[in-house]
């Protein structure tokens, strides 16, 4: 059995007194899409801070391609191949398109391939390359947004509400989208509060509830068997 991209042990982390991760057990094969469901206060976003550096564990442990990354900070696990396109999207809203793709390339990365890549995957980018980002749709700038974090060419991406504020067909092309990129190699983890539209491009999937983990298998399987706790949140 091959090492897989993320294997998430018994974490535990809080605000404060609170604790908001429970023992956390997740594993994420590698070349997988595993989407993570649960409702709102899930501990969901908090799973993606920690996992991503941004926050730290109280307890357990995080592998990241068989390496101990636990206390790893995100510049480290950036180097390391982890990226993030984090809830809200976050793109540079006065500069343009190009602008925001170009600036990838400071990390290393050749501006040319950073703009190929954009495109390939959203030719609609093209269209808008000298808009301000700031002016496009929710759905243009959440394109841009997983762009800049292809350009780093990641081993594992974390998809944090990728569907948020989105209209359904929108949210369609998203997803038919980050099949594609499953297709090329990376390995993707979505979390999600809606759920079909991530089970149908989905390889595993998860739900967790209360900062635990109480389910994971197949997409079929977890509709069948979680749909009280997930169908409120299908779109």
Known sequence: MSVPILEVLDLHAAYGRIE????????VPKGAVMALLGPNGAGKSTLVKVVSGQKRATGGDIHLGGVHVTDADSAEL????????????????????????????????PADAVLDTAFSYFPRLAERRHQLAGTMSGGEQQMLAMSRALASDPALLLLDELSMGLAPLIVDELYDTVAQIAESGVSILCIEQFARTALRVSDYAAVMIGGRIVATGEPAEILETMDDVILGGVA
């Open 78 to 109: 950036a180097r390391v191949g982890l990226c993030t396109v984090p809830e809200g999207r976050s793109v540079f809203p006065n500069l343009t398109v190009q602008e925001n793709l170009v600036l990838m390339s400071y990390a290393g990365v």
């Open 20 to 27: 908001v991760l429970r023992g956390v057990d997740l594993t």
